[in-house]
């Protein structure tokens, strides 16, 4: 539940508010009550099953960054070309600087708010590198964090808002697409209150399938020890393996919050979840969400209480072997190379392109990527296109081609590529296919006539 982070909008506080009173006093004994846990202690060990595929312990020196191989500074008041106060009306200014985001030398990350004399305030957010969580086709994903959120209550506490949430991944380098392309709020709170609040964005703003600007959405209070006076856990998994796809929130193991496939119409659905995610931590200052509980900040509120992480971790599990989830992938939304299904010969690394995130590469004759159950509709796609870059050498070239159902069927279409003037220096190249209509597992094989790599893959779609 980020709404709080900054995030796209501008858009779904006030109805999500008043929910969240309703749903708090309707969960009030759904959680169980944990007795709050060290403040330094160590991701878990995966659960049999499960695959531990991200983690951060924020272990390292007091007053140190942020290791920048895992995460990025969101800075200022918005991303570039994009909403003002990062769409939700919060007044505070993101920085990379250790007065607002930085470890505390015993296992834990804490993201402070400051306020200077002049009454402006500062505070920080912080995105993974990586924009490609999401389960694997029949399996599940799980991301939890354990968190002390900023240990402020009362009038002290007046516009507040920690959060610890998930955008799909192509809102990096358009971010005016919210909230089409999805949005996971694992834990939001504000004003010091002992209530934290999970929500599910989708669809179109406002109003829409999904209740926008509010949002899919319910809260709880914690148990145990409040929000703000101990660590507690929150999480969010998302099932494939089900025969209706789902998105579960937990707080200390407790699920007090489903958002389930056939809860809106399957396009919103595919639309918002057919993709990568990456994760944000933030501490806003002001905006929607706070107003619809009182507003702030104000002269009353007490600067300097920070949200803090004692971990943060991404666990898959099974998938492989099960049909991709109902409704499948859209062919005419962006895939992600990165979320392939299947592979052989390729790698995965950070990508310098708009947006961030992952693209494959190490890509040579023979190579393959394997997407399942793409969706092509009763109206016919003639158009491929895909996001590639080279650094082949001169002379080096090959053939992007796309094959159905198997990599042994003639392609449908392919284009030829060859050196870009790098392997990170991006350009889109459009092709022509056979008639395609229904439902397909898509192969992206590589053909050349050197064995040498000869390109990388961004993402790729199709078109009428």
């Known amino acids: 539940m980020s709404d709080t982070s900054g995030r796209p909008r501008t858009r779904r506080p006030v109805r999500r508010a008043l929910v969240a009173v309703v749903s708090t006093l309707g969960l009030a004994v759904s959680a169980a ?25 924020f272990d390292g020196p007091a007053g140190s960054g942020v290791n920048t191989s895992d995460w990025r500074y969101a800075t200022g008041k918005g991303y570039p070309g994009g909403p003002a106060n990062w769409g939700t009306g919060e007044i505070e200014t993101m920085t990379s600087s250790t007065d607002n985001v930085s470890l ?56 507040y808002w920690p959060a610890f949430w998930m955008l799909g991944s192509p809102y990096r380098g358009d971010y005016w697409n919210w909230p089409a392309v999805g949005e996971l709020d694992i834990m939001e709170n504000t004003q010091g209150q002992n209530t934290v609040f999970a929500t599910m964005h989708c669809g179109t703003s406002p109003g829409g399938p999904c209740d926008e600007t509010s949002g899919i959405g319910s809260s709880t209070p914690c148990a145990g020890t409040t929000c703000q006076a101990g660590f507690h ?62 507003g702030g900040p104000d002269a009353g509120t007490q600067a300097g209480h920070p949200m803090v992480v004692d971990y943060v971790q991404v666990l898959s599990s099974g998938g492989g072997t099960t049909p991709p989830p ?16 299947g592979q052989s010969g390729v790698s995965t690394e950070a990508t310098s392109d708009s947006g961030g995130g992952q693209n494959v590469g190490s890509l040579a004759n023979g190579d393959w990527l394997q997407f399942k159950g793409v969706d092509f509709g009763s109206t016919a796609a003639r ?22 159902d198997s990599r042994s069927n003639a392609p449908v279409g392919s284009f030829a590529v060859g050196n870009t003037g790098g392997w990170q220096s991006w350009r889109t190249v459009p092709a022509n296919i056979s008639s395609v209509t229904g439902r397909h597992d898509v192969y992206l094989t590589f053909t050349s006539g050197q064995p040498a790599d000869f390109v990388n893959v961004n993402w790729f779609t199709f078109g009428h």
């Open 383 to 404: 158009q491929f296109s895909a996001r590639v870059a080279s650094g082949a050498a001169g002379g080096v070239s090959g053939l992007v081609e796309v094959r159905l």
């Open 326 to 341: 109902t409704g499948g992938r859209d062919a005419y939304s962006t895939i992600q190379a990165e979320s392939y299904d």
């Open 104 to 159: 505390d030398g015993s296992g834990n990350l804490r993201i402070t708010p400051r306020r200077d004399g002049a009454g402006n305030w500062t505070s920080g957010r912080i995105e993974t590198n990586r924009a490609d969580f999401q389960p694997p086709a029949g399996g599940k994903l799980r991301v939890e964090s354990r968190i002390q959120v900023p240990n402020v209550t009362g009038a002290a506490a007046k516009g």
């Open 233 to 294: 856990r929150y999480r969010m998994e998302w099932d494939r393996s089900t025969s209706v796809e789902e998105i579960r929130f937990y707080l200390d193991d407790v699920n007090y919050h489903t958002v389930r496939a056939d809860q809106v119409d399957a396009t919103t659905w595919r639309n918002a979840t057919d993709h990568g995610f990456f994760i944000i931590l933030n501490v806003a200052m002001g905006g929607g969400f706070p107003d619809a509980f009182g």
């Open 33 to 57: 009550a944990v007795a709050s846990p060290s403040a330094s202690a160590s991701a878990p060990t995966p659960p049999p099953g499960w695959t531990q595929v991200f983690v951060d312990d």
